[in-house]
């Protein structure tokens, strides 16, 4: 059996949980004072994810920059893949609020959405 | 001279979200005025998400929220001006502004909200010792560069100081590439939230070390190394405990203040706790017809209660561009007691009132399972349990009418008490 510590992110109280596991199954989790606290840490400690806000350039753009995020919330191991990948990513202007920069990122599965408006420059 | 019934100086959310309780209260003739080049204030740098779930009951980043009341103002027709600065507004709500196009102008106003927003403490106020070398910035900043800019300030980083400004963009430079190796702060508790904790530092190995501040800066051009060390409960380094980092960054995320020159300049009355004006029930400033909400008033850590006041002001102002002000009244002084460091707001006007008032307040320190306890005079008038008090995080009570109505009532108490 392995144990786990986390930070109950539910409330400013940040219980620390301690969950053991046995394997990829969660045996019991501690330390929560509600019930929020467990099905974070079984989320957390089976399935972490998390939604991914980065920007991207502009080419041709008013302003240098667009804000975007990942559409869904993505495997929390893969944070650094996409980010590396989208590092290197350009895109034109102009750039409407929602508009999909990105399918597929790192094969994850989900879209980068644009977050801000990217007009033409003038 | 231009007339107005309403000039709103700051077009973030507060000064939006001012606008369009206003414009819905029936004011039709409404200025917002807004240096920058794009309405949404300080939010268009903030590109991360977990804005508006009290609102929205939605995650949204900063822009996206932003956008949504910046589509109700351009929905209600609101005017606006752009890269527009206002450099002084006067007791008599003359506003004096200046933009590339009009020059230098003055607007005369029935009422005026400042929702100028805050400001980053500066190094200054911090007492850093060393040279001043290059690579040293405010978090606010080097967001601002980051995310909207699309430049990165450096590549090896130490934060001091853990406000969520901060341990955002612990992250955000994280994500872009760079190394953050420690954030520093003075405290023995961190101000940011418990989420951002977690998720900005925890998720990424970010040593989070409280009571530490910085003792030296090495470098003379650009930063090359900040050493940090202990603090005792005096918050005075402790000799020997010193730690060195190599980095070419430091960042500062040491706290905001509200943004009052112009207030100032006004004869507004300011706090000497908050920064902010002194403001009644309706978020009125001791010079009559002018108000404020948002970070100019008090600095607030939720966007969503930012909204929340800042319509409270716009539907306040509107009353009096309708139906004048009566400061004749009896009114009662809030005061803040045991734990309790300010209220906003500072005077309750029993018969002015609407039937309940938010009274917003932070705490001195964290509180385990005490109560926040209201006294009209020496009666109790509400006594709620809490679980957990902290600085970073906004408090509130609610003010019943009925229950100041009676005569005699000498001031208004809210203190933090240990519940048994
Ligand atoms: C760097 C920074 C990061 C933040 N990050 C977060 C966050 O992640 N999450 C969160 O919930 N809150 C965050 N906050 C708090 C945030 O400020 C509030 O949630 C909210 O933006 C406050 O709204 P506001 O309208 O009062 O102020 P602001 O958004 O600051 O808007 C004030 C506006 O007034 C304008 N203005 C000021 N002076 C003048 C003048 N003389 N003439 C014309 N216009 C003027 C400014 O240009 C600005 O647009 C952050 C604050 C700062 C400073
Ligand atoms: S377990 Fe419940 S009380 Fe504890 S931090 Fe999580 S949500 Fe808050």
């Known amino acids: ?122 | 001279m231009k007339q107005y019934d309403l000039v709103i100086v700051g077009g973030g959310p507060a000064g939006l979200a001012a606008a369009v309780a206003a414009r819905d209260a029936g004011i039709r003739d409404i200025l917002i005025i807004e240096r920058d080049g794009r309405l949404g204030g300080i939010l268009n740098q903030c590109i991360h998400n977990g804005f508006g779930l009290h609102t929205f009951q939605e995650e949204l980043t900063g822009p996206e929220y932003a956008h949504r009341f910046i589509e109700q103002v351009q929905e209600r027709g609101i005017e606006y001006k752009l890269n527009t600065m206002v450099m002084e507004i006067r007791k008599d709500k003359t506003v004096v502004a200046m933009n590339g196009d009009e020059g230098m102008f003055v607007i005369q106003a029935k009422a005026v909200i400042l929702a100028m927003g805050c400001r980053e403490r500066s190094r200054g106020a911090l007492n850093l010792p060393g040279y001043r070398p290059a690579g040293i910035y405010s978090a606010g900043t080097a967001q601002r560069l980051v995310n909207m800019e699309g430049q990165m300030p450096g590549k090896r980083v130490v934060i001091l100081g853990s406000g969520d400004i901060g341990l955002i963009m612990a992250r955000r430079m994280t994500l872009e590439g760079a190394k953050v190796e420690v954030v520093a702060e003075l405290m023995p508790y961190s101000g940011g939230l418990k989420r951002n904790i977690v998720q900005c530092l925890e998720d990424f190995h970010i040593p989070l070390k409280l009571s530490h501040t910085v003792v030296k800066i090495e470098g003379r051009k650009r930063v090359e190394a900040v050493t940090i060390a202990k603090v005792g409960p005096d918050r005075r380094p402790i000799p020997g405990t010193e730690e060195r980092y190599e980095c070419d960054t430091l960042l500062l995320s040491c706290g905001l203040i509200p943004e009052n020159e112009l207030s100032k300049g006004a004869g507004v009355e300011l706090s000497g706790i908050t920064g902010g004006p002194v403001v009644n029930d309706a978020l009125e400033t001791s010079v009559e017809g002018i108000f404020a909400c948002g970070n100019v008033l008090h600095v607030h850590d939720l966007v969503d209660f930012v909204s929340g006041e800042a319509a409270k002001a716009g539907e306040y102002a509107a009353r009096y561009i309708q139906k004048g002000d009566k400061r004749e009244g009896r009114s009662i002084l809030l005061r803040p007691m045991e734990g309790v460091r300010y209220t906003v707001p500072t005077f309750i006007r029993p018969q002015e009132m609407p039937e309940e008032v938010t009274v917003r307040f932070r705490v001195a320190d964290v509180y385990r399972d005490c109560a926040v306890v209201t006294y009209a005079g020496d009666r109790q008038i509400s006594r709620r349990r809490k679980k957990i008090l902290a600085p970073g995080e906004m408090e509130q009570v609610v003010l019943k009418k009925e229950d100041l109505m009676e005569e005699g009532i000498e001031d208004i108490t809210i203190r933090i008490e240990r519940e048994a």
């Open chain 1, 1 to 122: 059996m392995e144990e786990r510590q986390l930070t109950c992110i539910g409330c400013p109280m940040g219980c620390q949980l301690q969950v053991l596991m046995d394997g990829k199954e969660v045996q019991s989790v501690t330390g929560n004072t509600c019930k929020r606290g467990e099905i974070y840490a079984r989320k957390e400690v089976t399935d972490p994810t998390r939604i991914v806000t980065t920007t991207v350039r502009v080419l041709g753009g008013a302003v240098p920059v667009v804000s975007c995020k990942t559409g869904a919330d993505i495997p929390k191991d893969r944070i650094f893949d996409c980010c590396h990948q989208l590092r290197d990513l350009e895109v034109k202007a102009p750039v409407r609020m929602g508009d999909i920069l990105l399918k597929d990122i790192c094969g994850t599965g989900v879209d980068l959405v644009a977050t801000s408006e990217a007009a033409a420059r003038s």
